[in-house]
Nanobody, 124 residues
Framework: QVQLVESGGGLVQAGDSLRLSCVVS????????MAWFRQAPGKEREFVAA????????NHADSVKERFTISRDNAKNTVYLQMNSLKPEDTAIYYC?????????????????WGQGTQVTVSS
C-alpha cells in the first residue's frame, strides 16, 4: 500500500513563499507520476501541478504558472511544491497524489493514491 504524507503548510501573508513536501512510502517512488491538487472551502478539488516519474516533464495550472514549481527527489521519495508570491486565493488544503500511469495528467481520477492534505492560508 502506498502512503503519502504532506507537510509544510501554514499561515502566511500575501507575497510570501512556502514549500510543501510529500513523502511517499510503500512502493517504488519512481514508479509514480506525482501531482499536487488543492481544495478551497466550498469548491471542488482542482489541479495545481504534476511531474513525470523521473522529473523530466512537468505541467502547471495556468493560475499558478510563474509562481509555483513542482519538483521531485527520487532518492528521498519526496515531491515538492515551491510556492512563491502567494495570494489569498491560493488558500486551500493542498493534496499530494500518485498515479501509476505514464502521462503527466491533470485529471483527478487518474491518481490512485492521495495524502491527507496540508492547510495553506494566505492573509491579505
Amino acid at each position: 500500500q502506498v502512503q503519502l504524507v504532506e507537510s509544510g503548510g501554514g499561515l502566511v501573508q500575501a507575497g510570501d513563499s512556502l514549500r510543501l513536501s510529500c513523502v511517499v512510502s510503500g512502493r517504488t517512488f519512481s514508479s509514480y507520476a506525482m501531482a499536487w491538487f488543492r481544495q478551497a472551502p466550498g469548491k471542488e478539488r482542482e489541479f495545481v501541478a504534476a511531474i513525470s516519474r523521473r522529473g523530466g516533464a512537468t505541467n502547471h495550472a495556468d493560475s499558478v504558472k510563474e509562481r509555483f514549481t513542482i519538483s521531485r527527489d527520487n532518492a528521498k521519495n519526496t515531491v515538492y511544491l515551491q510556492m512563491n508570491s502567494l495570494k489569498p486565493e491560493d488558500t486551500a488544503i493542498y493534496y499530494c497524489a500518485a498515479s501509476g500511469g505514464v502521462a503527466v495528467t491533470s485529471t483527478l481520477t487518474r491518481y490512485e493514491y492521495w495524502g491527507q492534505g496540508t492547510q495553506v492560508t494566505v492573509s491579505s
